[in-house]
């Protein structure tokens, strides 16, 4: 059967994709036929990628976004990148990130490891006339009491992601991103028995009524990452079940 979407010979970066979010992403990359390269930050992160999909396998990196180093030897190995996906990220829960440094730390992997790959990939991506993709978050357009800097940091991707497509559009590239809502992983699959009330809440808020799957995220990253989107750049994508509109 014909792919609906056909990436065969593209060449995909899904940094943080070894799980969640970034796995769900590299899956649909994958299965419309690219090559896809995913990056962890940790043995165990990298350890627990390295197997088959349905569609064939990862190339599996190890990759610090905060180390220029580590992004150079990385690209080092990368010959070809027609989509880049700035996934990588992390959160320190229970208040920390209002210490200076803790905050500094989340804007550093968050924001800055986006724009340092995406320059650092920019030569690849003008060659083959490539597209960028920075996940966001809902946490881009609320505030948030508990992680200030995860919030900060992806509020800060939605003016990131604009800003390249205006600076990158006369050399073929778009960049756009994907604003995710609530998604079923790993990270929050807890939640439902740490925290039933908040998380019934959370359903009731929601239109659709149930919490989004990785693979729905990576469903509007091919298209975003794909010719059918040749015409869309600097646009922030909100897939969240209609949490925001409520």
């Not at 990196?61 to 976004?65: C, M, Q, S």
């Not at 209002?98 to 905050?103: A, L, M, R, S, T």
């Not at 995406?118 to 990939?121: G, K, N």
């Not at 800097?149 to 940091?153: D, L, P, V």
């Given at each position: 059967?014909?792919?609906?979407?056909?990436l065969s010979?593209?060449?995909a970066?899904?940094?943080?994709g070894?799980?969640?979010?970034g796995y769900?992403?590299?899956?649909?990359l994958?299965e419309?036929?690219?090559?896809?390269?995913v990056?962890?930050?940790s043995?165990?992160?990298?350890?627990?990628c390295e197997?088959?999909?349905?569609y064939g396998?990862?190339?599996v990196?190890?990759?610090?976004?905060t180390?220029?180093?580590?992004?150079?030897?990385?690209?080092s190995?990368?010959?070809r990148?027609d989509i880049?996906?700035n996934?990588?990220?992390t959160?320190?829960r229970?208040?920390?990130e209002?210490?200076?440094?803790?905050?500094?730390q989340?804007?550093?992997t968050n924001?800055?490891?986006a724009?340092?790959m995406?320059?650092?990939?920019l030569?690849k991506?003008?060659?083959?006339?490539?597209a960028?993709?920075?996940?966001?978050s809902?946490f881009?357009?609320y505030g948030s009491?508990?992680?200030p800097?995860?919030?900060?940091?992806k509020?800060?991707?939605?003016?990131?992601?604009k800003s390249l497509a205006?600076g990158?559009?006369?050399?073929?590239?778009?960049v756009?991103?994907i604003a995710p809502g609530?998604?079923e992983t790993k990270l929050?699959?807890?939640?439902?028995?740490?925290?039933?009330?908040?998380?019934?809440?959370?359903?009731?808020?929601?239109p659709?009524?149930r919490?989004g799957?990785?693979q729905e995220i990576?469903?509007?990253?091919l298209?975003?990452?794909?010719?059918?989107a040749?015409?869309?750049?600097?646009?922030?994508l909100?897939?969240?079940?209609?949490?925001?509109a409520?």
């Open positions: 059967m014909a792919r609906a979407i056909d010979g593209k060449s970066v899904v940094t943080g070894a799980s969640g979010i769900g992403i590299a899956l649909a994958q419309a036929g690219a090559e896809v390269a990056t962890g930050r043995s165990e992160t990298i350890k627990a197997h088959s999909t349905p396998e990862f190339a990196h190890r990759l610090d976004v180390n220029d180093l580590s992004i150079e030897e990385f690209l190995q990368i010959p990148i880049l996906v996934n990588a990220g959160i320190v229970q208040g920390k209002y210490q200076p440094d803790q905050f500094a989340v804007i550093n924001l800055i490891g724009m340092r995406s320059h650092a990939c030569g991506l003008v060659i083959a006339k490539g960028i993709l920075n996940i966001a809902m881009s357009f009491l508990a992680t800097a995860y919030a900060a940091s509020a800060g991707l939605v003016n990131l992601t205006i990158w559009a006369a050399q073929g590239l778009r756009n991103a609530w998604i929050t699959a807890s939640l439902s028995e740490s925290q039933p009330e908040r998380y019934q809440t959370i359903i009731e808020r929601t659709m009524k919490w799957r990785p990576g469903d509007a990253a298209f975003l990452c794909s010719p059918a040749s015409f869309i750049t600097g646009h922030t909100i897939v969240d079940g209609g949490y925001a409520a």
